[in-house]
Antibody
Framework: QLRLQESGPGLVKPSEILSLTCSVS??????????WAWIRQPPGKGLEWLGS???????KYKASLEGRVTISADKSKNDFFLSLTSVTAADTGVYYC?????????????WGQGVLVTVSS | TVVTQEPSVSVSPGGTVTVTCGLT?????????PSWYQQTPGQAPRTIIY???IRSSGVPDRFSGSIVGDKAALTITGAQAEDEFDYHC??????????FGGGTRVTVL
């Protein structure tokens, strides 16, 4: 059974870098045809897609975050990562990693439990 | 691209309620592979509908997905108190890019 687990600091200072890891078990991030994504949810608000990394390593980011967000992967560890620079309080929220799978189209068929990140001095 | 979704809807127990998601840039079609997620605040979302109208395993058949006019729709027929959740729609925009709706709080009362 596929399992995704987010990890990283729960508190980040303004202007610093938010870095999170998604550890994947029960499946390979190198499996052809799959995307792996980061999604966040500010307190009391909706879900926001941040970006995806394809099994090949190519990436796609939300346009409004271009230049601040980087998603990368370590296939040897079966992990993928989120880096978000120059954070502000607006970046506070629960961050989820998820698999964007291709069953009858594309959908997030597996999610991590989420990790709360607070941006505060 | 902005997704329009009702912030909240209410339904009586046993009644029918529809949540819709549209695009400010045009019509929704099956090629956007609309999917729907159910979420309790503080917990990870759960997929209930994918590929426009396919129910995920274990999802009751009172949940259905469709395209209605130019929008994607999630309908609960015979709503129950246990269906009170936030519901989020997602459209696939290509190359691993997706867009979320703002979420709809469904209240059964």
């Amino acid at each position: 059974q596929l399992r995704l687990q987010e990890s990283g600091p729960g508190l980040v200072k303004p202007s610093e870098i938010l870095s999170l890891t998604c550890s994947v078990s029960g499946g390979s991030i190198s499996s052809p045809g799959l995307f792996w994504a980061w999604i966040r949810q500010p307190p009391g608000k909706g879900l926001e897609w941040l970006g995806s990394i394809f099994y090949s390593g190519s990436t796609k980011y939300k346009a409004s975050l271009e230049g601040r967000v980087t998603i990368s992967a370590d296939k040897s560890k079966n992990d993928f990562f989120l880096s978000l620079t120059s954070v502000t309080a607006a970046d506070t929220g629960v961050y989820y990693c998820a698999r964007l799978g291709a069953r009858s189209g594309w959908d997030f068929d597996s999610w991590g439990q989420g990790v709360l990140v607070t941006v505060s001095s | 691209t902005v997704v329009t979704q009702e912030p909240s809807v209410s339904v009586s127990p046993g009644g029918t309620v529809t949540v819709t998601c549209g695009l400010t840039s045009g019509s929704v079609s099956t090629s956007l592979y609309p999917s729907w997620y159910q979420q309790t605040p503080g917990q990870a979302p759960r997929t209930i509908i994918y590929g426009t109208n396919i129910r995920s395993s274990g999802v009751p058949d009172r949940f259905s997905g469709s395209i209605v006019g130019d929008k994607a729709a999630l309908t609960i027929t015979g709503a129950q108190a246990e269906d009170e959740f936030d519901y989020h729609c997602v459209f696939y925009m290509g190359s691993g890019s997706v867009v979320f709706g703002g979420g709809t709080r469904v209240t059964v009362l």
